[in-house]
């Protein structure tokens, strides 16, 4: 029988870790440093630095847990990882580079409170840059009041700032675990199926900060520098029209999606010359059916309707030779 209130006891924070020695010590202490402490573990992907355990355990000792899977499993599998070492109830999974405000517990403990009975509760998030100071992109769905109810179609087109989610581990277990195989939608695609499952709320109190890295060395740059991000949001955007029930049921129209979200021009200048072809005329065919949000948008997109591919391809050489980026 499920408990009938949320408790500190019944909740671990799991920091996933894999070799990202100049932020981890910021991660654990947000989630050691709670206003309501709870469980802390530390899960390391099989990772190329012998030192970063005791790296770890010399600055935090016995106040976590630190386990090191035998062999890689990937992100969404090492997430997976998380869900077998858990010893409580509920679980919040945290990456190495991000970190939590200091009264995340405390708000989900609040949420939990005011909405019982949800498969999913989180709060608002910061993007923040490498240097942790915040930047100006922020979700643009607003939360009205203190909390409110989500549902399935508040995350169509995109998913939950990530961390600050908080869910039971059991729920997981039963939705199959996360698709390992989904590069960076596995939690977008939980976090639809939580809500279907038993529903999700959400906290306005800002309990979570992402960091944003410039460099294209890391592993989600590099899935959006090689061209599968798009391809693999459109496939999770399907999925989670599948969840949706019968009674409003919306079809799978990619034309109104990109006229809802216009194909980003800076991308195609970025990477088009060095995407495969069949990749950048794919590109190339979802910039030509998105809705211009301003002029110079549809004057790039105006030429691209009579230069075609080429254009894009040569446009985006210019651009990387006048920026300095190797081709």
Not at 270 to 290: D, M, N
Request: hydrophobic content about 45%; glycine content about 8%.
């Amino acid at each position: 029988m499920r408990q009938m209130s949320l408790l500190a006891n019944h909740i671990t924070i799991a920091v996933t870790v894999y070799n990202r020695r100049q932020f981890i010590k910021q991660a654990v202490a947000s989630a050691l440093n709670q206003s309501v402490p709870v469980r802390v573990i530390v899960v390391e992907d099989c990772g190329p630095d012998p030192t970063l355990e005791s790296f770890v355990k010399a600055e935090f000792g016995s106040r976590i847990d630190y386990i090191r899977n035998s062999a890689r499993r990937g992100l969404f599998g090492n997430w997976n990882a998380c869900l077998e070492y858990c010893r409580t109830e509920w679980v919040t999974i945290l990456h190495d580079d991000d970190f939590l405000a200091p009264d995340f517990i405390e708000a989900m403990i609040e949420l939990e409170a005011a909405s019982p009975g949800c498969a999913l509760y989180f709060g608002s998030v910061l993007l923040v840059n490498e240097r942790g100071e915040p930047l100006p992109e922020r979700d643009n769905r607003t939360v009205q009041g203190r909390w409110m109810k989500r549902g399935l179609l508040d995350i169509l087109y995109l998913p939950f700032g990530f961390p600050g989610h908080l869910f039971r581990v059991s729920d997981a277990g039963a939705l199959g675990g996360f698709r390992k195989t989904s590069f960076l939608c596995g939690d977008w695609e939980m976090w639809a199926k939580l809500i279907v499952f038993g529903g999700a709320a959400q906290s306005s109190r800002v309990i979570a900060f992402n960091r944003f890295h410039e460099g294209w060395d890391r592993g989600t740059n590099q899935i959006v520098s090689s061209g599968r991000h798009i391809p693999t949001t459109l496939v999770q955007h399907k999925r989670i029209l599948a969840l949706l029930p019968k009674a409003c049921k919306i079809g799978f129209n990619r034309t109104e999606y990109f006229r809802l979200n216009p194909l980003s021009i800076r991308f195609l200048l970025r990477h088009g010359a060095s995407l495969r072809p069949r990749l950048l005329a794919y590109h190339v065919r979802l910039l030509l059916v998105s809705r211009p949000p301003h002029l110079q948008y549809a004057l790039f997109q105006k030429i691209t309707r009579i230069g075609g591919v080429g254009f894009v391809k040569w446009a985006s050489k210019l651009w990387r030779r006048m920026n300095a980026i190797a081709t």
